[in-house]
């Protein structure tokens, strides 16, 4: 469970985070913060399912 909570507040930060430079250092494309918010999620879904 704390994977999953761990991984929710780590997108949540990145998206964050991303769409601010977006929005100031890209003019305006904020929507590079869902971008790299989904990317992230994905990749640590699949490093924590990856069986050891």
Do not use: C, H, P, R
């Amino acid at each position: 469970m704390w994977k999953a909570i761990f991984t929710a507040i780590i997108t949540v930060f990145v998206g964050l985070v991303f769409a601010a430079i977006g929005n100031d250092l890209l003019n305006g494309f904020s929507e590079i913060g869902v971008i790299v918010a989904v990317a992230v999620a994905s990749g640590l879904t699949i490093f924590f399912n990856q069986k050891k």
